[in-house]
């Protein structure tokens, strides 16, 4: 289970007075004169740099699971939604643990040398003035109310073929947002895209935005669009959890679960096939804490009800990131009924992805990767009956949750290509 960041420890010592702190200064400094001279002996404490309390993201290769087990140990917080044999590990530890790793040969390799660091940069380009008034809307990244005002305005542009709907409430009473796009003709294809059911994948609500964007403004100029909507009943939730999206945006970037009580609930093992499972977690502070029972969160509920409700028959849930399109079942090796159906559809998906931008996004099932039990897409396919892949966007690792705003357009390609794709496929 990830540890507790600790608070800086310096924050809780009482200012000394001024004279005795100037004594403890020199004290140090004539250790570590005394430390120089009589290299290679152990440095005395007053002179080593004090343990470092910044956070690094790395990407560690364990080749055996005891390996992992070593490294996920001493990490804060687990960055890979998705393990398994060749898959790269990330994880977020202290700077002072980084050296433990490479003792033990995990070898790794810094993503981020500064997580916190990072995200207060983004904070501060976010928090430019004209940024927040947006020429180019998609040439940032934009928070939860932004991202409704702007389904708003596309319902309100072309009201013959976009609906705005209120499909539920979060925790904190926010709306859960969905357009609905196409659905004018009868026999039209129920189909569900939705994003950020974790709060810290910015870019899946940016791609299931824009998705939306393109498929209401571009229905006149590009046939292939066209096509789509006049034979789909397309359901786009950019923001599952907004709640807690709005909380990464206000208070912790790196925050993922929902906003249940102090500790929130990973919605993305909530879902009722498999529930309990591996890959989940009955502990509260867990990354992956999967609620009191299936179905505990307003959110998952609301999710549930309208793919009843609609009958949805495609489905795809984005997230990020690590460039990966995956089909159920994530909670069991076993191979899902349809397992040929959906290598077909995924390579199809994979390969509309890499025509868009030259960009490799690989395919696999749960069977090829460590459980995780309670998913939403092993719910979509075992008990809604839809046909439904899990789409983990860029980067492949680099900067993890925090992407350049220029990446935004490109991965929105990406993300149009797989939902158009998938659309094409069920004919
Ligand atoms: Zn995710």
């Given at each position: 289970?990830?540890?507790?960041?600790?608070?800086?420890?310096?924050?809780?010592?009482?200012?000394?007075?001024?004279?005795?702190?100037?004594?403890?200064?020199?004290?140090?400094?004539?250790?570590?004169?005394?430390?120089?001279?009589?290299?290679?002996?152990?440095?005395?404490?007053?002179?080593?740099?004090?343990?470092?309390?910044?956070?690094v993201?790395?990407?560690v290769?364990?080749?055996?699971?005891?390996?992992?087990?070593?490294?996920?140990?001493?990490?804060?917080?687990?960055?890979?939604?998705?393990?398994?044999?060749?898959?790269?590990?990330?994880?977020?530890?202290?700077?002072?643990?980084?050296?433990?790793?490479?003792?033990?040969?995990l070898?790794?390799?810094?993503?981020?040398?500064?997580?916190?660091?990072?995200?207060?940069?983004?904070?501060?380009?976010?928090?430019?003035?004209?940024?927040?008034?947006?020429?180019?809307?998609?040439?940032?990244?934009?928070?939860?109310?932004?991202?409704?005002?702007?389904?708003?305005?596309?319902?309100?542009?072309?009201?013959?073929?976009?609906?705005?709907?209120?499909?539920?409430?979060?925790?904190?009473?926010?709306?859960?947002?969905?357009?609905?796009?196409?659905?004018?003709?009868?026999?039209?294809?129920?189909?569900?895209?939705?994003?950020?059911?974790?709060?810290?994948?910015?870019?899946a609500?940016?791609?299931?935005?824009?998705?939306?964007?393109?498929?209401?403004?571009?229905?006149?100029?590009?046939?292939?669009?066209?096509?789509?909507?006049?034979r789909?009943?397309?359901?786009?939730?950019?923001?599952?959890?907004?709640?807690?999206?709005?909380?990464?945006?206000?208070?912790?970037?790196?925050?993922?679960?929902?906003?249940?009580?102090?500790?929130?609930?990973?919605?993305?093992?909530?879902?009722?096939?498999?529930?309990?499972?591996?890959?989940?977690?009955?502990?509260?502070?867990?990354?992956?804490?999967?609620?009191e029972?299936?179905?505990?969160?307003?959110?998952?509920?609301?999710?549930?009800?309208?793919?009843?409700?609609?009958?949805?028959?495609?489905?795809i849930?984005?997230?990020?990131?690590?460039?990966?399109?995956?089909?159920?079942?994530?909670?069991?090796?076993?191979?899902?009924?349809e397992?040929?159906?959906?290598?077909?559809?995924?390579?199809?998906?994979?390969?509309a992805?890499?025509?868009?931008?030259?960009?490799?996004?690989?395919?696999?099932?749960?069977a090829?990767?460590?459980?995780?039990?309670?998913?939403?897409?092993?719910?979509?396919?075992?008990?809604?009956?839809?046909?439904?892949?899990?789409?983990?966007?860029?980067?492949?690792?680099?900067?993890?949750?925090?992407?350049?705003?220029?990446?935004?357009?490109?991965?929105?390609?990406?993300?149009?290509?797989?939902?158009?794709?998938?659309?094409?496929?069920?004919?």
């Amino acid at each position: 289970m990830p540890r507790e960041p600790s608070s800086g420890s310096s924050n809780l010592v009482a200012p000394q007075p001024t004279r005795r702190r100037v004594a403890a200064v020199v004290l140090g400094v004539l250790a570590c004169a005394t430390w120089l001279s009589d290299f290679p002996q152990p440095a005395p404490l007053a002179c080593v740099e004090p343990p470092g309390d910044t956070r690094v993201a790395v990407r560690v290769h364990c080749g055996e699971a005891s390996d992992c087990a070593a490294a996920q140990a001493l990490a804060i917080d687990v960055w890979s939604e998705h393990q398994g044999p060749g898959l790269p590990l990330d994880l977020v530890v202290y700077e002072r643990d980084v050296p433990t790793l490479e003792a033990a040969g995990l070898r790794p390799e810094v993503l981020v040398s500064d997580i916190d660091a990072v995200a207060r940069a983004e904070a501060q380009r976010l928090a430019l003035p004209e940024i927040q008034k947006p020429s180019d809307w998609f040439g940032e990244f934009r928070d939860f109310g932004a991202i409704s005002t702007h389904l708003g305005q596309l319902a309100a542009l072309h009201p013959e073929r976009a609906t705005l709907v209120a499909v539920g409430s979060s925790i904190e009473g926010r709306p859960l947002w969905a357009l609905r796009i196409g659905g004018q003709h009868p026999g039209s294809t129920p189909m569900l895209v939705n994003g950020a059911q974790h709060a810290r994948e910015w870019i899946a609500a940016m791609v299931t935005t824009c998705v939306a964007d393109r498929l209401v403004r571009d229905y006149e100029t590009v046939p292939a669009i066209r096509e789509f909507v006049d034979r789909t009943e397309l359901w786009v939730i950019p923001v599952v959890n907004p709640d807690g999206y709005q909380y990464s945006w206000s208070s912790n970037r790196y925050w993922r679960k929902n906003r249940r009580g102090s500790h929130g609930v990973d919605l993305n093992r909530n879902f009722s096939v498999a529930w309990g499972g591996s890959g989940s977690s009955k502990e509260k502070r867990s990354e992956i804490y999967r609620g009191e029972y299936a179905f505990s969160e307003p959110e998952t509920i609301a999710l549930r009800d309208l793919a009843r409700r609609e009958h949805i028959a495609l489905h795809i849930d984005f997230h990020s990131y690590g460039q990966l399109v995956l089909y159920p079942w994530n909670h069991t090796p076993a191979p899902a009924k349809e397992r040929g159906r959906f290598t077909a559809v995924g390579d199809r998906i994979a390969s509309a992805i890499y025509a868009a931008h030259k960009t490799s996004y690989s395919l696999k099932s749960g069977a090829q990767l460590y459980p995780a039990a309670g998913t939403m897409s092993d719910w979509m396919y075992g008990e809604a009956d839809a046909l439904s892949f899990t789409i983990e966007l860029r980067p492949k690792g680099g900067s993890g949750f925090v992407l350049p705003p220029e990446q935004i357009r490109p991965t929105c390609d990406e993300g149009l290509a797989a939902v158009l794709e998938l659309r094409a496929a069920l004919d």
